[in-house]
């Protein structure tokens, strides 16, 4: 049904969209058949469509997706925020679930933390519960080290925030890959010198998807050694950020005395 005006903010339709708001001009009427083929299988397919392109130009051309969504080139793309949060709590609840088959098949132990000092227990509290939040510290950490490093394209904090967001969304789904590698550990059993290299392996892999990343970004602004040494930089002001950000969040924990304590991040 074409309307003369817009059912939503009244304005008059020139075209198939509303100039104004953007709601289609053609609003059909809701019937059993139109909900389930309309509504509900095209908007389903359609997020599809837009998640599974955006996880794939993050893994395979990070920087330049980047750039094109920084361009103006938003459509075919997911918001990568959002895109983010969902790939961090599919990758959390595989990894729990496995957890819970090890520890059912007596293969691991709940751990206990009952007998840790009190500030031992709060850096297990931040790295347990307020794990995404540890995680998405990566994007303003990076965003800044590569505003100040990667003048030369001239693009404002923000549209750095976007490059590192990109590369984040890259390292959370090889990460997420990684742990459903793990699950092969169920049915055929891995030794524990196999367990460490395939850990070893992933951990090469994020480090060096992480300079592929931004060598899509900023390849043909620097020579190959200009980008060699910024890099380096990039990846040095990284652990000075986190050194500072481990010693303050220590200093809290522990009311700034200090002292003995347990940190497991990764455990």
Known sequence: MMNKKCLNCGK??????????GQKADTHRITFKNF?????????FHIEKGILYTAKQALLRPGKAALDYISGKRKPYYNVFLLILLTIGLMLFLKHYYN???IEQGRRYVKDISNLNEASQKMEYIFAQKSKIVI????????INSYIIFRRKKLNLSEHIIIAAM????????????????????FIDISSSA???????????IFLYTIY?????????????GFTYRIILFYAFIYIELIILLF???GFVTKWEFGDILITPFN
């Open 12 to 21: 008059k339709l020139t075209d198939k969209y509303c100039s104004s708001c």
């Open 36 to 44: 389930i083929f309309h509504d509900v299988l095209h908007g389903t």
């Open 100 to 102: 819970e088959i090890l």
């Open 136 to 143: 998405f510290i990566f994007v303003p950490f990076a965003a």
């Open 167 to 186: 590369i984040l969304l890259g390292i959370l789904l090889l990460s997420t890959f990684a742990i459903i590698l793990f699950y092969f550990d169920l």
């Open 195 to 205: 367990d460490k290299a395939i850990q070893y392996i992933i951990a090469s892999l």
């Open 213 to 225: 990343g931004y060598f899509n970004a900023f390849r043909n602004d620097y020579s190959k050694l």
């Open 248 to 250: 303050i969040t220590i």
